[in-house]
């Protein structure tokens, strides 16, 4: 079956990075684009951007332009998602999913997501 | 810019229905995508597109949009439904996703 596996827990300090990273299996890894969700504690979801599985081209959410990469290997089916300068506010569930387009992109959805991956950051 | 706007709270007796809205100007031309997240949990995603539900989501829910309002109705609500409900669609630049709020569902 489909699956996305995330990489585990981070504790960080203010000022690092973080990488997290998000294994697929069970379907043709660059058919799909990959997306990154995060879900600050007992807040809502924010998407954060996303990364073709094809071609590695990214798109970001304006909040994160300056501080997020994507990056993808297709030769492990694996997606990456790095955050630098990291705040207390970057506290954080970061899930991934694959990312659905049809309709001529009037609809989006994710399905499936990975299982979160908890950030951290405090000094 | 862009905003989708939920109700952050909705109740309802088991077995009735209820709906759960979400408002904004986007969805007059993009699909709002409906996802569900029960506590510590991954969103699963329960509509998308023109009311498709994906494999596995019971028919007793339903989607529907209005002008600027897009809906999740759930008819016979069970206690299983009981979650936090959260709507998406693209922004007014076409490229980028945005989330409504989300509205906490309890089923009494």
């Known amino acids: 079956q489909v699956q996305l596996l995330q990489s585990g827990a981070e504790l960080k300090r203010p000022g690092a990075s973080v990488e997290v990273s998000c294994k697929a299996s069970g379907y043709t890894f660059p058919t799909f684009d990959i997306s990154w969700v995060r879900q600050a504690p007992g807040e809502g979801l924010e998407w954060m951007g996303r990364?073709?599985?094809?071609?590695?081209?990214?798109n970001y959410a304006q909040k994160f332009q300056d501080r997020l990469r994507m990056t993808r290997d297709t030769s492990t089916s694996t997606a990456y998602m790095e955050l630098k300068n990291l705040k207390s506010d970057d506290t954080a569930v970061y899930y991934c999913?694959?990312?659905?387009?049809?309709?001529?992109?009037?609809?989006?959805?994710?399905?499936?997501w990975g299982q979160g991956t908890l950030v951290i950051v405090s000094s | 810019s862009s905003e989708l706007t939920q109700d952050p709270a909705v109740s309802v007796a088991l077995g009735q229905t209820v709906r759960v809205t979400c408002q904004g100007d986007i969805l007059r031309s993009y699909y709002a995508t409906w996802y569900q997240q029960k506590p510590g949990q991954a969103p699963v995603v329960v509509l998308y597109?023109?009311?498709n539900r994906p494999s596995g989501i019971p028919d007793r829910f339903s989607g529907s949009s209005s002008g600027d309002t897009a809906s999740l109705t759930i008819t016979g609500a069970q206690a299983e439904d009981e979650a936090a409900y959260y709507c998406k669609c693209r922004d007014g630049s076409g490229n980028h996703l945005i989330f409504g709020g989300g509205t906490k569902l309890t089923v009494l």
């Open positions: 999913a694959r990312h659905w387009v049809a309709g001529r992109s009037t609809s989006d959805w994710f399905d499936p």
């Open positions: 597109g023109n009311n």
């Open positions: 990364i073709s599985g094809h071609s590695g081209d990214t």
